[in-house]
């Protein structure tokens, strides 16, 4: 129920912006986040975002260089990425996950029931 894109080949310190579509039901009920996964390494979170837009989570190796917002106009959540570095370099996943409060803004992979197909970001040096 989740379709991102905006993956690709980047240079070191570029740029990038992912986006992930959801239906409009979908979307208005779940909070938001970005996952990402290196080869042989597990999924973890990148930054993450409540259904209200106002609270928000970064992990510590993406804050300041990364932006998680999203359009409710649009169903559309956006994860801005700057500054990129090669250690970046993975596949994003988009995920939706049901809260009770909407300021609520979960970060654990396992509260997470929807999610998107990955996209490549490969950062070169």
């Known amino acids: 129920q989740l379709q991102a894109s905006g993956g690709g080949l980047v240079q070191a310190g570029g740029s990038l912006r992912l986006s992930c579509a959801a239906s409009?039901?979908?979307?208005?009920?779940?909070?938001m986040a970005w996952f990402r996964q290196a080869p042989g390494k597990e999924r973890d979170i990148v930054a993450a975002l409540s259904r209200s837009g106002g609270d928000t989570y970064y992990s510590d190796s993406v804050r300041g260089r990364f932006t998680i917002s999203r359009d409710n106009a649009k169903n559309t959540v956006y994860l801005q990425m700057s500054s990129l570095k090669p250690e970046d370099t993975a596949v994003y996943y988009c995920?939706?996950?049901?809260?009770?409060?909407?300021?609520?803004?979960?970060?654990?992979?396992?509260?997470?029931?929807?999610w998107g197909q990955g996209t490549q970001v490969t950062v070169s040096s």
């Open positions: 409009a039901r979908t979307f208005s009920i779940i909070a």
């Open positions: 995920a939706g996950a049901m809260t009770y409060y909407r300021n609520d803004v979960p970060v654990r992979l396992g509260a997470y029931d929807y």
